[in-house]
């Protein structure tokens, strides 16, 4: 990562500009320029410090990278220990101030130890992006294996085994009850506010076929961020969600993989669970573009900032327009 110390943001090249006509066969169609990778506001975040869980890939990495851009310090936090390990290193390399804790989420002791981490290094916790999630139980690190991990992959609720089930609960929707319990007991000792963001989905806000235990931890994550938003607020700590859809992670491309690959072994097709796919904005787009990380954090740092005080308890739909229809 470039350490970027300008006092100005960086610049904003094709988002700045008006859209142009992409498709010469829809003349009146216009793409949706995306926020670039290396956008940042110079100094929104000094002095503050944050958590970012799943912080090794997508867009947790690009969150931990942008806030240490943006002045904050961060605690990254990741159960794959390399790449977790190497982002923060990088971060560290570009003159920003990072630590990294290795685990998982959904067990206490790593829950409290980032934690700990930032308090005993940045002296204190101003808030959280609480992004580790699966989509299956396969371990993110292993290549897929469909024949062997048929058991771990994602299927409807009379195919699904305890596996499947209890490991996508456990870390999307345990996960994050532990990283706020902890984070929220420091935050309420320090008696002076916050902001968390708790990284949901699509899938938290309706049905999708084929995946009940994504659904289900999903939909967790949404009405455990409405009770935060009630209990905290007379601490001054605000709690909102954020509900992607197709977002262009390593997360959604191995499901994506292993939804191909299940296919393939049963002959069968994907059924209702595939029948729509796309956002209003991807499926208009020219290129049919999935979501960046870089879109996607921008919410999130926007709902950290001040620039956001009047807002708590509220799931953000950031989306593409993909529940609107």
Not at 51 to 57: K, L
Not at 83 to 101: D, H, Y
Not at 121 to 143: E, T
Not at 155 to 168: A, G, K, R, T
């Amino acid at each position: 990562m470039e350490r970027k110390t300008a006092s100005a943001p960086a610049p904003l090249g094709a988002y700045a500009a008006p859209p142009a006509t992409a498709n010469p066969a829809k003349p009146l169609n216009r793409d949706v320029n995306a926020v670039p990778d290396d956008y940042f506001i110079p100094g929104r975040f000094a002095g503050r410090t944050y958590i970012v869980t799943g912080c090794a890939r997508g867009m947790g990495r690009m969150a931990a990278i942008r806030l240490c851009r943006e002045g904050a310090n961060v605690v990254g936090v990741d159960w794959l220990k390399d790449e977790g390990e190497a982002v923060i290193a990088g971060i560290v390399a570009s003159g920003g101030n990072a630590r990294f804790v290795f685990g998982d989420v959904s067990e206490n002791v790593v829950a409290d130890e980032m934690v700990r981490i930032a308090v005993e290094a940045f002296g204190r916790l101003d808030g959280a992006i609480n992004n580790a999630g699966v989509m299956d139980a396969v371990f993110p690190g292993d290549p897929v294996d469909y024949a062997s991990q048929k058991r771990l992959a994602m299927n409807p609720i009379h195919e699904s085994s305890d596996e499947y089930w209890d490991v996508v609960m456990r870390v999307n929707a345990t996960g994050v009850f532990k990283s706020l319990r902890a984070e929220l007991r420091q935050m309420v000792t320090q008696g002076s506010g916050g902001s968390i963001v708790n990284v949901s989905s699509v899938a938290g806000l309706r049905g999708f076929g084929g995946t009940p235990s994504y659904v289900a931890s999903k939909h967790a994550v949404t009405g455990l961020t409405k009770n935060a938003a009630i209990d905290y607020a007379a601490y001054g700590i605000r709690v909102n969600s954020v509900h992607m859809a197709n977002t262009a992670t390593p997360m959604v491309d191995r499901a994506m993989e292993l939804v191909r690959a299940k296919v393939k072994a049963s002959g069968a097709p994907p059924g209702i669970g595939l029948a729509k796919t796309k956002s209003l904005l991807q499926y208009e787009d020219s290129a049919g573009r999935d979501s960046t990380p870089a879109e996607q954090v921008a919410v999130m740092l926007f709902l950290l900032s001040p620039e956001s005080s009047n807002l708590t308890g509220a799931n953000y739909a950031t989306d593409g327009g993909f529940s609107t229809y």
